[in-house]
């Protein structure tokens, strides 16, 4: 007989693996740049966890007080390591809301809930040139994708970054070209180098794509340009607002991930 925690009862059955709530702990933590803090979670509850395309996400939930509710929040998977069954998150450390104030300072045992994992980047065979841009926030996918490109695609690359000191240095067999755009001083979301990076840049044919994510109003000036201007067709458009200004949980209802 079953009850109704029986891992075979009906309810079970109907949550979806990438809705299941899995139970992660801290391994480690590592300062990557001054604004971005690598937290390594640990579980074998992520065994098998279907880790198959580059920036793909899980939504993470924090500890919360006792009366708070708890809600997830978007973030990359930088590394999956399937052995030790490890994921890396790399957290921009922002200053405000329950997931950059808990990374500031994670430690190893602390405890944290993940679903998913979500979407990713599909490598298109066709594609021969990527233009790809983002905030530090698209930074950890931007990276994991700059990653997994194959040799003989042209890729440019525009990266918003608080200061110089917060660039990385990435791996990639493609033929990349990355420019690093520092906000030096001004506040995250309000600088508009990076939108008139993405709007200036040549798409040398029709086999061009294009990936961005970043704060949500500069995501849609943006996808407006690229849809509106540029009439590029919606298969060859990735746009995500990955944050808003001034809002908390912000979900992108246009978003393309
Ligand atoms: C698919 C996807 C993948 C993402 N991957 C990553 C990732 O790998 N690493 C990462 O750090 N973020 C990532 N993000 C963005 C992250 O989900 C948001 O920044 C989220 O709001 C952080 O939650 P919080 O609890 O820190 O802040 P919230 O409680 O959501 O917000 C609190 C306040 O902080 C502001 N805020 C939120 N983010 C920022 C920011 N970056 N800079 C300045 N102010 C901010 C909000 O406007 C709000 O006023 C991703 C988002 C998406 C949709």
């Known amino acids: 007989m079953q009850n109704h925690l029986s891992p075979t009862s009906g309810a079970e059955r109907q949550i979806p693996p990438e809705r299941r709530l899995r139970v992660a702990e801290v391994r480690k933590t590592t300062p990557i740049t001054p ?21 793909q996400w899980v939504k993470l939930f924090v500890p919360t007080t006792e009366n708070e509710k708890p809600s997830g929040r978007a973030y990359t998977i930088r590394h999956f390591r ?20 808990w990374a500031q300072s994670a430690k190893p045992g602390d405890v944290v809930q993940i679903a ?56 990639s067999k493609a ?40 704060e949500a109003s500069v995501v849609r000036t943006v996808r407006r340009h690229f849809q509106l201007d540029r009439t590029m067709p919606r298969n060859r458009l990735t746009m995500s607002g990955y944050w808003k200004k001034g809002e908390t949980d912000f979900r992108d209802s246009d978003g393309d991930q």
Do not use: K, Y
């Open 35 to 55: 604004h971005m803090r690598r937290v390594t979670l640990a579980s074998t509850a992520l065994m098998n966890f279907p880790v198959r395309r580059p920036a």
């Open 82 to 101: 399937e052995s030790p069954c490890e994921m890396d998150i790399d957290f921009v450390l922002h200053g405000d809301g329950p997931c950059s104030t």
């Open 116 to 171: 998913g994992p979500r979407s990713g980047f599909r490598i298109d065979p066709r594609v021969t040139h990527l233009l790809i841009g983002g905030d530090e926030t698209a930074l950890p996918a931007i990276g994991a994708i700059l990653e997994a490109l194959p040799a003989g695609l042209a890729v440019e690359a525009f990266v918003e970054i608080p200061e110089d000191a917060d660039a990385q240095i990435i791996h």
């Open 175 to 214: 033929d990349v070209e990355v420019a690093w755009l520092p906000r030096n001083g001004r506040d995250a979301g309000t600088a508009t180098d990076l939108s008139a990076a993405m709007m200036m840049a040549d798409l040398p044919d029709e086999n061009s794509e294009v990936w961005f994510a970043a």
